[in-house]
């Protein structure tokens, strides 16, 4: 028989009541018909033969911000702990690093022998969890998702469009049947477009809530006191053009009339234009024309605000391994630094007990300045607003590695990356459940 739509002011979503396992077969014959078709839809046209990484040591926030503001470097990753970062230059444009003083070394002398390599592991699985995806792919597998557990599960097709007309999904999990009432946690991912791994485990954290309701009770007894909500997508058209001609493309797809993109992450209305952000539209971290500029952070602020009461928001990235707290624009402490950084530290002692990975729980300026970003935001008086009286516990997490590999992370580290995840989601979820920040 027909269901009816649960959640009207939201669900777009009718389905037929089937068995749980008759949805497991139909899913799983569905999924691997889908992806088998798309055999080689990976389709680079941009090389990078003359591109190396090199390793700049004892780096000061200045040169760093010389280096953020040149148009023909690419920052790939910082560590404070040794004040060093790795950058993808061109061969012939390294020597102006020299310039600014810096002992730099090289990492990979072929950034095209990189992503050659890189591209042997796409070939198609069988399991899911097993490579990557492209865009159209991931939105079939959050609607099957969807369908199979619709007791669950709110799917939204569209809180908006991309810049190039891409619908942006929101994916929401509760067994509670009363969400205007129920606290909830935020999660978006792939806000930059090369930072696969990013999207990979947002859907295996999906995944395990909604396989083990019902079978662990920690995830059921969450599940029945507050929602997940997921935006798989904020950045839909880079990640698109990461798979048809870019593969290292950060930005939105905004035309220029000298360069492309707006970095979705330094256009969020909260410190706009300060410092770690480019007013140069050919910089990495160009942050467009004004706060919210851009269609896909107006979408997600936008949906932030109406979605009810959000105790915990994550903005997921890769690389370095990181949980990072407010603030980024400034060395002062947030009114719950104390509380933040508890969080942080015990969510980075659960990740390490999974498979031995360290993640330094760190201030985000302790990275490095940033302005206009999406975790600073989700702690900022305009993502609450409509919050009641709590605010959102903001955080950044940057996945896997720590440079071996950087945004080429290979598809057989998804799944021990989404394990190591799992703990230190859950423990997040709970702690902000049972002690939500209030507004201060």
């Not at 992503?115 to 079939?140: A, C, G, N, R």
């Not at 007309?165 to 509760?174: K, Q, S, Y």
């Not at 004004?290 to 690389?319: C, L, M, R």
Request: proline share 4%; charged share 20%.
């Amino acid at each position: 028989m027909i269901r009816p739509c649960r959640w009207q002011s939201h669900s777009h979503f009718c389905s037929i009541l089937l068995t749980s396992e008759m949805w497991r077969e139909i899913f799983s014959f569905a999924l691997l018909a889908f992806v088998g078709c798309n055999a080689g839809r990976y389709r680079r046209t941009k090389k990078y033969e003359d591109q190396m990484i090199v390793r700049c040591n004892n780096v000061s926030r200045v040169q760093y911000q010389a280096i953020s503001a040149e148009p023909g470097a690419d920052i790939w990753s910082v560590d404070t702990g040794s004040a060093s970062l790795d950058v993808r230059v061109s061969r012939d444009g390294s020597a102006w690093l020299k310039r600014l003083g810096l002992h730099c070394i090289t990492q990979h002398d072929s950034v095209e022998l990189l992503v050659s390599k890189f591209e042997e592991s796409l070939s198609v699985k069988q399991e899911w969890f097993e490579e990557y995806h492209t865009y159209d792919e991931i939105i079939k597998w959050y609607e099957e998702l969807a369908t199979q557990y619709y007791e669950l599960v709110d799917y939204v097709p569209t809180i908006g469009k991309s810049y190039e007309g891409r619908d942006m999904p929101a994916f929401h999990i509760t067994a509670n049947n009363a969400p205007n009432s129920t606290f909830k946690i935020y999660f978006q991912c792939q806000i930059h477009a090369r930072e696969w791994i990013s999207g990979a485990v947002c859907g295996y954290i999906v995944n395990y809530l909604l396989e083990n309701y019902g079978i662990n009770e920690d995830v059921t007894k969450l599940l029945d006191s507050l929602e997940f909500v997921f935006i798989p997508f904020v950045n839909p058209d880079g990640y698109a053009y990461t798979w048809s001609a870019d593969r290292f493309w950060r930005k939105n797809r905004r035309p220029g009339s000298i360069c492309s993109g707006v970095d979705l992450n330094r256009n969020y209305n909260d410190h706009w234009g300060g410092d770690g952000s480019s007013s140069n539209p050919c910089s990495e971290t160009y942050h467009g024309s004004s706060a919210e500029s851009e269609p896909e952070t107006q979408n997600t602020a936008g949906y932030f605000k109406i979605d009810g009461t959000i105790v915990g928001a994550i903005d997921w990235h890769s690389y370095s391994q990181l949980i990072l707290r407010p603030y980024g624009w400034t060395n002062q402490d947030s009114p719950d630094e104390a509380r933040l950084k508890s969080i942080g530290d015990e969510m980075q002692s659960l990740i390490l007990d999974v498979h031995d990975k360290y993640y330094a729980s760190q201030k985000s300026i302790g990275l490095y300045p940033t302005t206009g970003t999406a975790s600073d935001w989700f702690y900022s008086d305009d993502a609450n607003v409509n919050n009641g009286e709590y605010r959102a516990a903001g955080y950044t997490i940057e996945l896997r590695d720590t440079g071996q590999y950087g945004f080429l992370l290979p598809p057989d580290q998804i799944i021990p990356n989404g394990e190591e995840m799992i703990p230190a989601v859950m423990y997040f979820a709970n702690s902000l459940l049972s002690e939500p920040l209030k507004k201060f």
